[in-house]
C-alpha cells in the first residue's frame, strides 16, 4: 500500500528535476515505479510533475490492486501506460520530458518520440536509482526480515542434516528453497548456488546433479525476498575435517571479509573498501583467485548502486545497504566466499545477515 | 550444452539476415541468446555472421560454464559484452549491423553508435523472437515435462488434503510451489495465484492472507520452469459444494475453453481462436466479465508470440505452443478461469497440461 514514504521518495526525485532541467519525469522502470508509489504490479508508468500533480498509469487487469496500493494518485486504466502518459504529456504542452534512458528501448522511445512530438525528451540519468541507493529505515526493516528468514532457512537445513555426502547439489538448493517459503519468503531472491567440491571454485556456479562427497568445500549464495526486497549471504562449508588448505583459503577469505565490512563508513571511497578486502587477499598470495569485487548495492535489486570494486566510483553513505563478498578460487579443487548483507550507518556498519561467518564443518 | 539444435537456430536467423538487409545480428537479449546458444548466464551477447563464423561474448565468472555450454563457438571474454561485439564488428568494417532495437536501450544504442561508428545499426525487428514462436521438438520436450511437473504438483496438493477451508492463500501457494520444486522444476514459471473467493475475480490477483472459506471459488495460476521453459496451466476449484451460479459460471468457461482449443488449428487467424471461446462466453451473457485476450504463446518466456486475442495478429502455424485462458470475473463474488497450454499439431492441438478440466469441489 502507498503511504507517506513513498510520497517522501516522489519529493526527493521532484527535487531533482531543476536540475535534470525537466519539467515531468515519466518513470516507466517498473522496479522505479514501485518505489515511487508501491505499486507491485506488471505494467505500470507513474509521471512526477515539478508541481506535485503526480498521475500513475496501469492496466485494466490491475485496476483494484492500483486502487489498494496507490489511493494517494490519480490513476489513468491504460494497456500502454508509457503512451498513454506520453499523450497526456502532449495535451499538457510539457516542454522537456524526462525519460529513463539506460531503460527505455530504441523503439520505445520512437513511440515516445512520435506521441510526444511536441516535447524535448531529455534522460534522466538514473537519478530514481540514484535515491535507491540509500535506504529508508521502512526498506532497511524488510532488508532485515529477508536476510533473517534466510539465516533461519539456513540453521534449519544445517540442523535436519540436510547438507551431507551423498546427496546432489539440486536437492540440497531446493531443499534450502522450500525452508526459505516456509520461514516466510515471498520467492527466493535470486537462483540459489550450491556448489560442492570443484564447483565451489566456479564463482557463479547452478546447482547440478554432482553428488556432495566427504571433504568438499560447498557453498551456498543464496537470498530471500520480501516485500520486494532481497537479502543475499554467501557461507562455504566443509564435510568432514577440513584439509589443511581448505582452513588456509578459508582464513584468508574470513579475514578479508571482516576487513571489507570495517572498511564500511560513511564517505569511504568503495574502491578503499575493494581495496581493504583485496589487499589482505593479495598479500596471502592469492590475489588472481579474488577476479570479481568486493561487492554491491541490495535493496528491490538483488544487485543495485554502489558497486564496491576496484571498477567502482563514489563514496558510501549513510543507509546505503551493500554486500561484503570476498573470495578465494582454486580452478578443479573449491573455492571459498564469505557474503553478508550490511547497512552503512554513522557508527559503523550494521550486520543484516547473521549466520556465523566461522569455519563450519559438517 | 549447446548442440546441433542451437546450431540451426542460429542458421534460421542467418537465412533471414539478407531480407533485413544486415551484414551481421547483434544478439543482446539475453533470453535471445539462451535460444541460438544454450548459453544459460545472466550476461552475455552472441554475433551470427552471413558467412557463419558467428561469435560469443560473456564476462569472466562464466568461463567455464561458456565452455561446457557454447564449445562450438568462438568465445569471448569481456565484462561489456554488446561493446565488445561492437569493437569487433568495427574492426571488420561491417556496414551493416542488425541490433534488438525492441531490447536495446538509448544509452546502449548510444554505446553501439560510439564503439562502431563505421556501420549503420539497423532493427532486426525481433527476428529472434519470430524464430522463437515455432517450436523445436526439444522445445516442445522440456514444456511438456514442465507441464507434467506442474501436474503432478496440482494433484499432489489436492490429494494430501492441502487445498481447504481454514488455510490463507499464502500458505497454500507457497505449498504448491514447494511441490513443484520436489517434482523436479528449476523454479516456478512465474509468480503463483492462488485466489479464494472475491478475490478470484481478480484476474492477476497475487496470494494474500486471506483464508479460504468454504464455498468459495479457488483459482490456481502457476506453472514450473524446466530447462529454462515455462509451464502455464489455471484451474478453478471450489471448496464444498458448488452454488449454482458457481455450477453456471464454470460451464461457460469451461465450454469456451474447450472451443478455444478446438480451433488451434494450422493457419488459424489468432483474432478467429480468440472468438472462438469469446462468442460462447458473450452468448451466454458474460461477455462484458472476460476481459483479456484468450491466450500467448510460452516458451523460454511465460509470456511470448503468439499473442493469441482480439488485438493480436497473424495466424497460427505448426509446433506453435500457446495457452487457451478464458475467464468470467464477476467482482465481490468470484471468477473462474481455465487454461491449458498446447501444441499446434497438423492433427489438432497436442495438449501439455493434463490435470482435469471438469469442475471439482473439494
Redesign the interface.
Known amino acids: 500500500m502507498a503511504t507517506d514514504f513513498n510520497a517522501v521518495r516522489r519529493d526527493r526525485l521532484r527535487a531533482q528535476l531543476d536540475g535534470l532541467e525537466v519539467d515531468a519525469a515519466l518513470v516507466t522502470r517498473l522496479v522505479n515505479v514501485r518505489y515511487l508509489t508501491g505499486f507491485?504490479?506488471?505494467n505500470a508508468a507513474l509521471v512526477v510533475y515539478a508541481d506535485g500533480t503526480d498521475v500513475f498509469c496501469t492496466d485494466?487487469?490491475?485496476r483494484?490492486?492500483a486502487t489498494n496500493q496507490v489511493p494517494d494518485l490519480e490513476r489513468v486504466i491504460e494497456r500502454n501506460c508509457a503512451k498513454a502518459m506520453a499523450e497526456r504529456l502532449e495535451t499538457e504542452k510539457l516542454a522537456r520530458i524526462g525519460y529513463e534512458?539506460?531503460?527505455?528501448?530504441?523503439?520505445?522511445?520512437d513511440e515516445l518520440s512520435a506521441t510526444a512530438p511536441s516535447a524535448e525528451l531529455r534522460?534522466l540519468h538514473q537519478a530514481v536509482e540514484g535515491l535507491r541507493a540509500v535506504k529508508d529505515e521502512e526498506e532497511i526493516a524488510l532488508l532485515r526480515q529477508a536476510c533473517a528468514i534466510a539465516d533461519r532457512a539456513l540453521a534449519d537445513l544445517i540442523e535436519r542434516g540436510g547438507i551431507r555426502a551423498g546427496r546432489s547439489e539440486f536437492e540440497v538448493g531446493?531443499e534450502l528453497?522450500?525452508l526459505m517459503?516456509?520461514h516466510g519468503a515471498?520467492?527466493?531472491a535470486f537462483?540459489t548456488i550450491v556448489a560442492g567440491g570443484p564447483n565451489s571454485a566456479?564463482?557463479?556456479h547452478?546447482p547440478t546433479a554432482r553428488i556432495l562427497e566427504r571433504g568438499d568445500l560447498v557453498k551456498f549464495d543464496f537470498g530471500a525476498q520480501l516485500g520486494g526486497y532481497h537479502s543475499d549471504m554467501t557461507r562455504t562449508l566443509v564435510l568432514g575435517e577440513p584439509a589443511d588448505w581448505q582452513r588456509e583459503v578459508y582464513a584468508v577469505v574470513q579475514e578479508a571479509q571482516r576487513r571489507g565490512r570495517e572498511g564500511l563508513r560513511i564517505g569511504a571511497d568503495v574502491r578503499d573498501v575493494d581495496a581493504a578486502a583485496r589487499d589482505h587477499v593479495k598479500e596471502a598470495g592469492y590475489g588472481d583467485e579474488f577476479?570479481?569485487g568486493l561487492g554491491h548495492g541490495v535493496g528491490l535489486e538483488v544487485h543495485e548502486a554502489p558497486t564496491v570494486s576496484y571498477l567502482g566510483a563514489g563514496t558510501l553513505a549513510e543507509r546505503m545497504t551493500v554486500t561484503v563478498e570476498p573470495g578465494v578460487y582454486l580452478e578443479g579443487r573449491g573455492g571459498v566466499r564469505i557474503e553478508d548483507t550490511l547497512v552503512v550507518r554513522a557508527d559503523g556498519p550494521e550486520l543484516l545477515t547473521m549466520t556465523s561467518r566461522d569455519l563450519t564443518a559438517l
Open positions: 507491485t504490479g506488471s485494466g487487469r490491475y483494484t490492486q534512458s539506460h531503460s527505455v528501448t530504441v523503439d520505445g522511445l534522460s531446493r528453497d522450500g517459503l516456509t515471498e520467492e527466493r537462483e566456479v564463482p557463479h547452478r577476479g570479481h
